[in-house]
């Protein structure tokens, strides 16, 4: 059955958890936005898989100088059930001095949607332009 | 109740027309995107309260020389009935000259429906990078005074 347009909201919802626990450096929030198995792949490589791998990545980078706001648009969502294909796009920008745009890209993601709340799976990520803030 | 698909996007409706009214100085259409008591809090401190309040406000932008365009995304709209909370980032792009994204920063907004149409009853802005026109954060455009 394809998705109903609460599960594209509540996809779309999941997004802006992701980008605000990111940015505001909450380890176990965005962790949360994953499967206990989820996956984060930068540029075809898998930077973190798993909940603790995921958690300790973004402890890692609140220990840093990451200081940055997600901004995302061209939510493309498809799918049918209880899995989805996210695509969208990404501008992330430093924010430790002025606002200066550090990284565009595409996230090309699957979710799936486990006693009714939807989470990703893989988030996939490749960049046109610029340099992830958080990975290196 | 929680909040239906239509309150949701009903909500995502007045936001956009909070955006276009204050981007091109429409007094009054902005002020009425709040109830009529309802405020603007920027960084924790009251900016303008009540209609008239709001008109002032968006008439002494418009004598500034203030001209920008508001980005948002992000949005997260929780809530029952008639009440609703929105969170939501927002960028402030100046386009007095060029194109130059001067502040960014994040709602946290209380709303409510009153005679079947949402509003801001407070909508409260935290900047987190720049800062706010109406506290000098443009260059050439003098700081509006608090209510």
């Known amino acids: 059955m394809p998705h109903s347009t609460e599960d594209k909201l509540a996809i779309n919802e999941l997004v802006s958890r992701y980008n605000m626990a990111m940015d505001h450096l909450q380890a176990p929030d965005w962790a949360g936005t994953f499967t206990d198995d989820g996956e984060l792949v930068i540029d075809g490589k898998t930077v973190a898989k798993g909940k603790a791998a995921l958690t300790a990545m973004v402890e890692t980078a609140a220990k840093g100088v990451y200081r940055g706001r997600h901004w995302v648009c061209n939510s493309i969502i498809d799918g049918d059930g209880s899995t989805a294909r996210l695509r969208m796009y990404v501008l992330s920008f430093a924010i430790n001095d002025g606002i200066v745009p550090r990284v565009m890209g595409e996230y090309d993601d699957t979710l799936v949607k486990q006693d009714g709340q939807w989470k990703f799976k893989t988030r996939s990520i490749t960049f046109c332009a610029g340099k992830s803030g958080i990975v290196k | ?147």
């Open chain 2, 1 to 147: 109740m929680p909040l239906s698909l239509e309150e949701k996007q009903a909500i995502t409706e007045l936001t956009a027309t909070y955006n276009f009214t204050i981007d091109h100085h429409e007094a009054e259409a902005w002020a009425d995107t709040f109830v009529a008591d309802g405020e603007l809090r920027v960084d924790g401190k009251s900016q303008c309260k009540g209609r008239q309040g709001r008109i002032d406000f968006v008439n002494k932008a418009k004598a500034s020389g203030y001209k920008s365009r508001h980005w948002v995304c992000n949005m997260l709209i929780d809530g029952e009935g008639n009440t609703a909370r929105l969170r939501m980032y927002v960028m402030a792009v100046a386009i007095v000259n060029g194109i130059d994204p001067y502040v960014i920063g994040e709602y946290d907004d209380t709303l409510v429906k009153v005679n079947g149409a949402w509003k801001f009853h407070t909508r409260n802005v935290t900047f987190a990078a720049g800062k706010s026109f109406t506290d000098g954060g443009l260059q050439g455009i003098p700081a509006i005074p608090r209510q």
